[in-house]
């Protein structure tokens, strides 16, 4: 799950960490009132939107006075910003961020995230802050530090060393920073965070190490024991088919391809999306109904990729374990006999109560392709759309 800036920023102030002052808001005469209050010589409006690059694409603004932020924030609220991470489709600006300017003498980054491939919390540290860090890492890796902590109650001042090195700071711009780190760390097992990334982390001219942006992200499946965090949940930055997704416990994830996929289990899941693309056309979602999914729930899966325009055809693929396939049959039926199927459907049955499942499908009268299995159902579906 995303958080906006201005709540990430708020989670790190609470573990100590140094931010600008700052207010969000919903309206242009809530952000105006608040703003008043801030004691600084310039104004920073942010737009708040979960993604990237939205000082290349007008979402940032530094202004001199409140007549100047009041006539941005006029232009900037409800505008769609098209960034390098939002795609063509772009995200509508629904709230606005206003902070203190800051006299910057230097930039770094800074991000904390979890290294699957080593078991280990990895931090990354840069001198070139406010960049890119996919572009530094690919032009001048030697710019890039990252260092793999074991999972410890706390940060080791080794370790804080190692991060810290590349920045090539003063003692007390050190100790600040070494403070951070150790802040950063804790924040980060506390709210079962996978990634906090801070870019640019400044040091200002009056010698303070200071979190200038942050972006956080966190671990879905352990929202349940982080109520604080779940309350920071934004609908409005999400897809609708996911949200409803999520209503029915599926995990689904919107895609740009052509084909919908209905899948039950993650790896099957992504090895029906691989040979998709190996016959040539894309898939429209990730969809995995899960082990045990009962029908009501495969007919809310099927109600939600055919609500996806861009679905030109679909692959159901199911392997029965814990999922029967008569279950999976009839939560299709049920689907179908609900909201009228107009795009091809191939599906491939295997495994428990197979017999079964195929026996209800070519009962129902629905025009279904029959698959033998997952190689002929990919060629089959991309056939059909054709």
Same mark, same amino acid.
């Given at each position: ?38 004691? @600084?010589? /310039?104004?920073? +409006?942010?737009? $708040? %939107? ?5 000082? &290349?694409?007008? *979402?940032?603004?530094? =202004? ?81 530090? @990252?260092? /793999?902590?074991? +999972?410890?109650? $706390? %940060? ?5 060393? &190692?991060?810290? *090195?590349?920045?090539? =700071? ?83 994830? /919107? ?132």
């Amino acid at each position: 799950m995303n958080i906006h800036e201005h709540q990430a920023k708020e989670i790190l102030k609470k573990y100590g960490a140094v931010v600008p002052d700052g207010f969000f808001a919903l309206s242009v005469k809530e952000l105006i009132e608040k703003a008043k209050s801030l004691k @600084t010589e /310039k104004l920073v +409006l942010k737009a $708040q %939107i979960h993604a990237g690059g939205r000082g &290349k694409a007008g *979402g940032v603004k530094i =202004l001199n006075t409140i007549e100047e932020l009041s006539n941005a924030a006029k232009e900037l609220l409800g505008k769609k910003l098209v960034t390098h991470q939002t795609g063509p489709q772009g995200r509508v600006v629904k709230r606005l961020y206003v902070e203190s300017s800051s006299k910057i003498d230097k930039e770094f980054y800074l991000s904390c995230l979890v290294d699957r491939a080593s078991s280990k919390i990895a931090f990354i540290s840069s001198d070139q802050g406010g960049m890119d860090i996919e572009e530094v890492a690919k032009n001048n890796p030697a710019k890039i530090i @990252t260092t /793999k902590v074991n +999972l410890e109650d $706390q %940060i080791s001042d080794k370790d804080c060393d &190692k991060i810290v *090195g590349i920045f090539n =700071l003063g003692n007390s711009e050190k100790k600040q920073t070494v403070n951070l780190i150790k802040s950063i760390y804790k924040m980060f097992i506390d709210t079962d965070a996978n990634l906090v990334e801070i870019n640019p982390l400044i040091l200002t001219k009056d010698k303070k190490i200071m979190c200038l942006d942050a972006k956080m992200n966190f671990d879905d499946n352990a929202l349940f024991r982080n109520q604080e965090i779940l309350n920071l949940r934004d609908l409005n930055e999400e897809e609708e088919t996911e949200i409803e997704a999520s209503k029915h416990d599926l995990s689904y994830i /919107k895609l740009d391809g052509s084909i919908g996929c209905m899948v039950n289990g993650a790896g099957l899941a992504m090895a029906t999306m691989d040979i998709i693309k190996l016959y040539g056309e894309e898939p429209a979602n990730f969809l995995d109904v899960g082990g045990g999914a009962s029908k009501e729930k495969v007919s809310a899966a099927l109600k939600i990729i055919l609500s996806d325009q861009n679905v030109k055809g679909i692959l159901i693929n199911i392997f029965g374990g814990i999922m029967r396939c008569d279950v999976l049959a009839q939560g299709v039926v049920d689907a179908a006999n609900e909201i009228k199927i107009e795009v091809p459907l191939v599906v491939r049955l295997a495994g428990t109560k197979f017999e079964e499942g195929k026996k209800i499908l070519d009962n129902s009268g629905l025009k279904l392709i029959s698959a033998s299995d997952l190689s002929d159902a990919a060629k089959k579906v991309v056939e059909a759309i054709k």
